[in-house]
Protein backbone atom coordinates (compact mmCIF):
# COMPACT_ATOMS: atom_id res chain seq x y z
CA UNK A 1 0.00 0.00 0.00
CA UNK A 2 2.74 2.23 0.85
CA UNK A 3 4.65 1.49 -1.87
CA UNK A 4 1.45 2.30 -4.28
CA UNK A 5 1.22 5.90 -2.43
CA UNK A 6 4.97 6.24 -3.04
CA UNK A 7 4.65 5.80 -7.03
CA UNK A 8 1.10 8.00 -6.99
CA UNK A 9 3.11 10.74 -5.70
CA UNK A 10 6.76 10.39 -7.82
CA UNK A 11 3.80 9.79 -11.05
CA UNK A 12 2.45 13.30 -10.12
CA UNK A 13 5.57 15.65 -9.44
CA UNK A 14 6.93 14.03 -12.64
CA UNK A 15 3.87 15.69 -14.35
CA UNK A 16 3.54 18.60 -12.37
CA UNK A 17 7.50 19.34 -13.95
CA UNK A 18 6.55 18.36 -16.77
CA UNK A 19 3.77 20.83 -17.08
CA UNK A 20 6.17 23.70 -15.73
CA UNK A 21 8.63 23.14 -18.79
CA UNK A 22 5.77 23.30 -21.40
CA UNK A 23 4.41 26.75 -20.80
CA UNK A 24 4.32 28.08 -23.54
CA UNK A 25 6.93 31.07 -24.30
CA UNK A 26 5.38 33.10 -26.82
CA UNK A 27 2.80 34.08 -23.94
CA UNK A 28 4.87 37.64 -22.60
CA UNK A 29 4.13 36.26 -19.48
CA UNK A 30 5.79 32.93 -19.52
CA UNK A 31 9.06 32.81 -17.64
CA UNK A 32 12.34 33.38 -20.54
CA UNK A 33 13.18 29.63 -20.29
CA UNK A 34 14.79 28.37 -23.29
CA UNK A 35 14.34 25.28 -25.22
CA UNK A 36 17.03 24.39 -26.69
CA UNK A 37 16.78 21.19 -29.55
CA UNK A 38 18.22 18.74 -30.03
CA UNK A 39 19.91 17.08 -33.13
CA UNK A 40 17.00 17.31 -35.66
CA UNK A 41 13.44 18.48 -35.34
CA UNK A 42 13.94 22.43 -34.17
CA UNK A 43 12.16 23.27 -37.47
CA UNK A 44 8.45 23.49 -36.50
CA UNK A 45 7.81 27.05 -36.61
CA UNK A 46 4.06 27.06 -36.69
CA UNK A 47 3.83 26.08 -33.19
CA UNK A 48 7.54 26.45 -32.10
CA UNK A 49 6.77 23.00 -29.16
CA UNK A 50 6.58 20.06 -30.22
CA UNK A 51 9.84 19.15 -31.38
CA UNK A 52 11.81 19.86 -28.75
CA UNK A 53 13.33 17.70 -26.82
CA UNK A 54 14.88 19.61 -24.05
CA UNK A 55 14.44 22.52 -21.97
CA UNK A 56 17.61 24.74 -20.65
CA UNK A 57 17.99 27.94 -19.14
CA UNK A 58 20.23 28.88 -22.55
CA UNK A 59 22.36 31.64 -20.16
CA UNK A 60 24.85 29.80 -18.66
CA UNK A 61 27.50 30.41 -16.65
CA UNK A 62 30.23 31.08 -19.29
CA UNK A 63 33.20 31.18 -16.65
CA UNK A 64 32.37 27.82 -15.32
CA UNK A 65 33.24 26.37 -18.93
CA UNK A 66 36.94 25.84 -20.17
CA UNK A 67 37.59 28.93 -22.67
CA UNK A 68 41.24 28.37 -24.46
CA UNK A 69 42.71 32.26 -23.56
CA UNK A 70 45.69 30.58 -25.63
CA UNK A 71 43.93 30.89 -28.83
CA UNK A 72 43.51 34.73 -28.17
CA UNK A 73 47.63 34.81 -27.82
CA UNK A 74 47.89 32.41 -30.91
CA UNK A 75 45.57 34.89 -33.03
CA UNK A 76 48.35 37.72 -31.85
CA UNK A 77 51.10 35.73 -32.46
CA UNK A 78 50.83 33.99 -35.90
CA UNK A 79 52.57 34.83 -38.27
CA UNK A 80 50.15 33.95 -40.90
CA UNK A 81 48.23 36.91 -39.53
CA UNK A 82 48.30 40.30 -40.10
CA UNK A 83 50.25 42.17 -37.23
CA UNK A 84 49.37 45.85 -38.25
CA UNK A 85 47.67 46.03 -35.22
CA UNK A 86 46.17 49.50 -33.92
CA UNK A 87 45.69 48.12 -30.47
CA UNK A 88 46.01 49.57 -27.04
CA UNK A 89 42.45 49.00 -25.85
CA UNK A 90 42.13 48.62 -22.35
CA UNK A 91 40.36 44.95 -21.92
CA UNK A 92 38.08 45.74 -18.98
CA UNK A 93 36.65 48.29 -17.51
CA UNK A 94 38.20 49.84 -14.36
CA UNK A 95 36.84 48.34 -11.62
CA UNK A 96 34.95 45.67 -13.65
CA UNK A 97 35.59 42.52 -11.84
CA UNK A 98 34.67 44.45 -8.13
CA UNK A 99 31.19 44.43 -9.59
CA UNK A 100 28.56 41.66 -9.31
CA UNK A 101 27.83 39.53 -11.79
CA UNK A 102 24.81 40.64 -14.22
CA UNK A 103 21.99 38.52 -13.30
CA UNK A 104 21.26 35.39 -15.16
CA UNK A 105 18.03 36.70 -16.95
CA UNK A 106 18.02 40.38 -17.96
CA UNK A 107 15.70 41.78 -16.81
CA UNK A 108 14.84 44.48 -18.58
CA UNK A 109 13.62 42.48 -21.21
CA UNK A 110 11.16 43.72 -24.19
CA UNK A 111 10.32 40.39 -25.67
CA UNK A 112 9.19 40.93 -29.54
CA UNK A 113 9.79 44.61 -29.90
CA UNK A 114 9.78 47.03 -33.01
CA UNK A 115 12.46 47.00 -35.40
CA UNK A 116 13.36 50.54 -36.71
CA UNK A 117 13.71 50.52 -40.79
CA UNK A 118 12.12 54.73 -41.34
CA UNK A 119 13.66 57.82 -40.97
CA UNK A 120 16.75 56.36 -39.79
CA UNK A 121 19.05 59.04 -38.94
CA UNK A 122 22.35 59.46 -41.22
CA UNK A 123 25.58 57.67 -40.02
CA UNK A 124 27.10 61.53 -38.53
CA UNK A 125 23.53 62.01 -36.45
CA UNK A 126 23.57 58.25 -35.55
CA UNK A 127 27.46 59.01 -34.32
CA UNK A 128 26.55 62.56 -32.50
CA UNK A 129 23.76 60.42 -30.96
CA UNK A 130 25.83 58.35 -29.57
CA UNK A 131 26.48 59.10 -25.95
CA UNK A 132 23.29 57.99 -25.14
CA UNK A 133 24.25 54.43 -25.85
CA UNK A 134 27.70 54.94 -23.26
CA UNK A 135 30.03 52.57 -25.97
CA UNK A 136 33.64 52.83 -25.80
CA UNK A 137 35.52 53.45 -29.21
CA UNK A 138 35.06 50.97 -31.53
CA UNK A 139 31.41 50.03 -30.60
CA UNK A 140 32.34 48.03 -27.30
CA UNK A 141 30.14 48.20 -24.56
CA UNK A 142 29.70 46.94 -20.60
CA UNK A 143 27.15 46.62 -18.86
CA UNK A 144 27.04 49.27 -16.08
CA UNK A 145 26.72 48.36 -12.29
CA UNK A 146 27.06 44.79 -13.07
CA UNK A 147 29.81 42.06 -14.63
CA UNK A 148 28.98 40.74 -18.17
CA UNK A 149 28.60 36.49 -17.59
CA UNK A 150 29.08 36.60 -21.72
CA UNK A 151 32.15 39.01 -23.71
CA UNK A 152 30.62 38.41 -27.50
CA UNK A 153 32.27 40.10 -30.42
CA UNK A 154 29.98 40.57 -33.07
CA UNK A 155 31.45 40.00 -36.64
CA UNK A 156 29.78 41.11 -39.50
CA UNK A 157 31.07 40.66 -43.19
CA UNK A 158 30.37 43.78 -45.37
CA UNK A 159 30.56 45.25 -48.30
CA UNK A 160 28.77 48.26 -50.15
CA UNK A 161 26.03 48.34 -47.93
CA UNK A 162 25.72 51.40 -45.98
CA UNK A 163 22.04 51.73 -45.54
CA UNK A 164 21.78 48.54 -44.18
CA UNK A 165 24.97 49.03 -41.76
CA UNK A 166 23.22 52.00 -40.58
CA UNK A 167 19.55 49.87 -39.72
CA UNK A 168 21.86 47.18 -38.45
CA UNK A 169 23.39 49.90 -35.87
CA UNK A 170 20.39 51.68 -35.38
CA UNK A 171 18.68 48.76 -34.13
CA UNK A 172 21.57 46.30 -32.50
CA UNK A 173 23.33 48.57 -29.80
CA UNK A 174 19.93 48.99 -27.92
CA UNK A 175 19.11 45.17 -28.78
CA UNK A 176 22.11 43.85 -27.27
CA UNK A 177 22.50 46.51 -24.01
CA UNK A 178 18.93 45.20 -22.89
CA UNK A 179 20.99 41.91 -23.01
CA UNK A 180 23.54 43.13 -20.52
CA UNK A 181 26.17 41.08 -22.48
CA UNK A 182 29.60 43.02 -23.05
CA UNK A 183 30.09 43.35 -26.85
CA UNK A 184 32.15 45.07 -29.47
CA UNK A 185 30.86 45.22 -33.23
CA UNK A 186 33.34 44.67 -35.52
CA UNK A 187 32.37 45.52 -39.34
CA UNK A 188 34.55 43.57 -41.53
CA UNK A 189 34.60 45.03 -44.94
CA UNK A 190 36.62 43.41 -48.25
CA UNK A 191 37.83 46.02 -50.79
CA UNK A 192 37.98 45.98 -54.48
CA UNK A 193 35.86 43.89 -56.30
CA UNK A 194 36.73 40.36 -56.73
CA UNK A 195 33.97 38.16 -55.42
CA UNK A 196 32.85 38.39 -51.47
CA UNK A 197 34.39 36.61 -49.55
CA UNK A 198 31.87 36.14 -46.80
CA UNK A 199 33.74 33.05 -44.49
CA UNK A 200 37.45 34.52 -44.81
CA UNK A 201 36.19 38.14 -43.97
CA UNK A 202 34.92 36.38 -40.61
CA UNK A 203 37.96 34.43 -39.89
CA UNK A 204 39.56 37.82 -40.50
CA UNK A 205 36.75 39.55 -38.24
CA UNK A 206 37.38 36.86 -35.44
CA UNK A 207 41.36 37.41 -35.61
CA UNK A 208 41.29 41.19 -35.40
CA UNK A 209 38.54 40.93 -32.11
CA UNK A 210 40.82 38.91 -30.34
CA UNK A 211 43.86 41.57 -30.96
CA UNK A 212 41.72 43.82 -28.99
CA UNK A 213 39.25 42.30 -26.01
CA UNK A 214 39.32 39.22 -24.25
CA UNK A 215 36.28 37.62 -25.82
CA UNK A 216 34.74 34.47 -24.95
CA UNK A 217 32.22 33.78 -28.13
CA UNK A 218 31.94 35.10 -31.59
CA UNK A 219 28.49 36.15 -33.16
CA UNK A 220 29.05 36.19 -37.10
CA UNK A 221 26.25 37.79 -38.32
CA UNK A 222 25.06 39.39 -41.74
CA UNK A 223 24.26 43.06 -42.04
CA UNK A 224 21.14 42.62 -43.49
CA UNK A 225 19.40 40.71 -40.82
CA UNK A 226 17.83 41.71 -37.96
CA UNK A 227 16.20 40.35 -34.63
CA UNK A 228 12.88 41.08 -33.68
CA UNK A 229 13.10 39.71 -29.89
CA UNK A 230 14.94 40.57 -27.54
CA UNK A 231 14.92 37.18 -25.72
CA UNK A 232 16.62 35.69 -28.45
CA UNK A 233 20.09 36.06 -26.34
CA UNK A 234 23.38 36.54 -28.10
CA UNK A 235 25.44 35.05 -25.22
CA UNK A 236 28.12 32.16 -25.19
CA UNK A 237 26.53 29.09 -27.03
CA UNK A 238 27.20 25.41 -25.11
CA UNK A 239 26.99 23.57 -28.19
CA UNK A 240 27.11 26.38 -31.96
CA UNK A 241 24.32 28.18 -32.21
CA UNK A 242 22.30 28.92 -35.15
CA UNK A 243 20.29 32.18 -34.31
CA UNK A 244 18.15 33.13 -37.54
CA UNK A 245 15.97 30.37 -37.24
CA UNK A 246 12.94 32.25 -38.24
CA UNK A 247 13.31 35.42 -41.01
CA UNK A 248 10.55 37.15 -42.41
CA UNK A 249 11.24 37.04 -46.10
CA UNK A 250 11.38 32.80 -45.67
CA UNK A 251 8.12 33.34 -44.02
CA UNK A 252 9.44 32.28 -40.47
CA UNK A 253 10.38 28.92 -41.99
CA UNK A 254 14.03 27.10 -41.76
CA UNK A 255 14.86 26.62 -45.09
CA UNK A 256 16.75 23.15 -43.74
CA UNK A 257 17.64 21.30 -40.59
CA UNK A 258 21.49 21.73 -40.95
CA UNK A 259 21.72 25.33 -42.36
CA UNK A 260 24.00 27.65 -40.39
CA UNK A 261 24.25 31.08 -42.07
CA UNK A 262 22.30 34.23 -41.72
CA UNK A 263 23.27 34.67 -37.91
CA UNK A 264 25.42 31.92 -36.36
CA UNK A 265 27.30 31.81 -32.22
CA UNK A 266 30.17 30.21 -31.86
CA UNK A 267 32.83 30.01 -29.13
CA UNK A 268 36.47 30.68 -29.18
CA UNK A 269 36.85 27.14 -28.31
CA UNK A 270 33.89 25.91 -30.83
CA UNK A 271 35.96 28.29 -33.64
CA UNK A 272 38.94 27.04 -33.16
CA UNK A 273 38.27 23.52 -32.82
CA UNK A 274 36.98 23.81 -36.59
CA UNK A 275 40.41 25.83 -37.26
CA UNK A 276 37.63 28.54 -38.51
CA UNK A 277 35.85 29.17 -41.94
CA UNK A 278 36.98 27.74 -44.73
CA UNK A 279 38.84 30.51 -46.43
CA UNK A 280 38.23 28.97 -50.26
CA UNK A 281 34.43 29.92 -50.96
CA UNK A 282 34.38 32.99 -53.21
CA UNK A 283 30.92 34.74 -54.32
CA UNK A 284 27.70 33.43 -52.58
CA UNK A 285 26.96 29.95 -51.29
CA UNK A 286 28.35 27.21 -49.71
CA UNK A 287 30.31 28.56 -46.92
CA UNK A 288 28.30 27.94 -44.03
CA UNK A 289 27.22 24.73 -45.23
CA UNK A 290 30.91 24.17 -45.23
CA UNK A 291 31.34 25.15 -41.30
CA UNK A 292 28.18 23.39 -40.33
CA UNK A 293 30.57 19.70 -41.86
CA UNK A 294 33.13 20.80 -40.05
CA UNK A 295 31.03 20.97 -37.24
CA UNK A 296 29.32 17.55 -37.82
CA UNK A 297 33.60 16.25 -38.35
CA UNK A 298 34.19 17.36 -34.51
CA UNK A 299 30.48 16.29 -33.27
CA UNK A 300 29.24 19.91 -32.06
CA UNK A 301 25.94 19.97 -32.98
CA UNK A 302 23.99 22.49 -34.08
CA UNK A 303 21.89 23.87 -31.27
CA UNK A 304 18.78 27.09 -31.81
CA UNK A 305 16.24 28.66 -30.16
CA UNK A 306 12.46 28.55 -30.76
CA UNK A 307 11.37 29.82 -33.93
CA UNK A 308 9.20 32.28 -32.04
CA UNK A 309 11.83 33.89 -30.37
CA UNK A 310 14.53 33.53 -33.42
CA UNK A 311 12.74 35.47 -35.43
CA UNK A 312 14.66 38.28 -38.05
CA UNK A 313 13.71 41.07 -40.34
CA UNK A 314 15.77 41.01 -43.76
CA UNK A 315 16.23 44.15 -45.43
CA UNK A 316 16.02 43.71 -49.02
CA UNK A 317 18.66 43.42 -51.79
CA UNK A 318 19.48 41.99 -55.10
CA UNK A 319 21.37 38.48 -54.51
CA UNK A 320 24.61 38.19 -55.16
CA UNK A 321 25.86 36.01 -57.95
CA UNK A 322 26.59 32.78 -56.78
CA UNK A 323 29.71 30.63 -56.40
CA UNK A 324 29.77 28.30 -59.36
CA UNK A 325 32.30 26.39 -57.36
CA UNK A 326 30.95 25.87 -54.21
CA UNK A 327 29.44 22.27 -54.50
CA UNK A 328 33.21 21.52 -55.12
CA UNK A 329 34.87 22.90 -52.54
CA UNK A 330 32.02 21.84 -50.25
CA UNK A 331 32.37 18.17 -51.00
CA UNK A 332 36.19 18.33 -50.65
CA UNK A 333 35.85 20.35 -47.47
CA UNK A 334 36.35 17.64 -44.42
CA UNK A 335 39.70 16.58 -46.10
CA UNK A 336 40.93 20.43 -46.23
CA UNK A 337 39.75 21.62 -43.00
CA UNK A 338 42.97 20.67 -40.77
CA UNK A 339 45.63 23.23 -43.56
CA UNK A 340 42.26 25.64 -44.79
CA UNK A 341 41.07 27.93 -42.46
CA UNK A 342 41.80 30.30 -38.95
CA UNK A 343 45.32 28.92 -39.22
CA UNK A 344 46.12 29.49 -42.89
CA UNK A 345 44.35 32.56 -43.01
CA UNK A 346 46.73 35.78 -44.96
CA UNK A 347 44.85 39.33 -45.59
CA UNK A 348 46.59 42.88 -45.79
CA UNK A 349 44.89 45.04 -43.36
CA UNK A 350 43.78 48.49 -45.11
CA UNK A 351 42.43 50.73 -42.47
CA UNK A 352 41.25 49.88 -39.05
CA UNK A 353 39.42 52.51 -37.35
CA UNK A 354 37.84 52.55 -33.65
CA UNK A 355 35.01 54.30 -34.62
CA UNK A 356 32.11 55.92 -32.20
CA UNK A 357 29.51 53.08 -33.37
CA UNK A 358 32.16 49.46 -34.58
CA UNK A 359 35.03 48.85 -35.52
CA UNK A 360 35.96 49.33 -38.60
CA UNK A 361 38.17 47.22 -40.45
CA UNK A 362 38.81 46.72 -44.13
CA UNK A 363 40.43 44.74 -45.76
CA UNK A 364 42.43 43.42 -48.94
CA UNK A 365 41.96 39.52 -49.71
CA UNK A 366 44.30 37.30 -51.00
CA UNK A 367 43.26 33.88 -52.89
CA UNK A 368 44.53 31.32 -50.63
CA UNK A 369 46.61 27.96 -51.91
CA UNK A 370 45.84 25.15 -50.20
C1 LIG B 1 21.96 27.34 -49.58
C2 LIG B 1 23.40 27.80 -49.66
C3 LIG B 1 23.80 28.45 -48.35
C4 LIG B 1 22.83 29.57 -48.02
C5 LIG B 1 21.42 29.04 -48.00
C6 LIG B 1 20.38 30.10 -47.72
O1 LIG B 1 21.58 26.80 -50.79
O2 LIG B 1 25.10 28.94 -48.45
O3 LIG B 1 21.12 28.44 -49.27
O4 LIG B 1 20.64 31.19 -48.53
N1 LIG B 1 24.24 26.64 -49.93
C7 LIG B 1 24.78 26.40 -51.13
O5 LIG B 1 24.63 27.12 -52.09
C8 LIG B 1 25.63 25.17 -51.26
S1 LIG B 1 19.78 32.49 -48.45
O6 LIG B 1 18.51 32.18 -49.07
O7 LIG B 1 19.66 32.88 -47.09
O8 LIG B 1 20.50 33.52 -49.23
O9 LIG B 1 23.13 30.15 -46.76
Known amino acids: MRALVLTVTCLVCLEYFSLLQSIDISSPHAPPIYRQCESRGCSDPST ?4 YRR ?44 LPQCPMIPPGLHGRFPVILDSLPSMLEMEEGETELGLELGGVWHPPGCKARHRVAIIVPYRDREPHLRAFLHNIHRF ?10 YIVEQVGSTPFNRAMLMNVGAAEALKQHDYQCFIFHDVDLLPEDDRNLYTCPIQPRHMSVSIDSFLYRLPYDDIFGGVSALTVDQFQSVNGFSNMFWGWGGEDDDMANRLRVKKLFISRYPANIARYKMLKHTKD ?35 RLYTWILVDLPRLKV
Open 321 to 355: KANPERFKFLYSGAKRMTKDGYNNLKYHKENFVLK
Open 176 to 185: LQRQQIMYGI
Open 48 to 51: GRST
Open 55 to 98: HVLQALDIDKLRMVTAFASLSKNSSNISTNNSSGVKIEGKGVDE
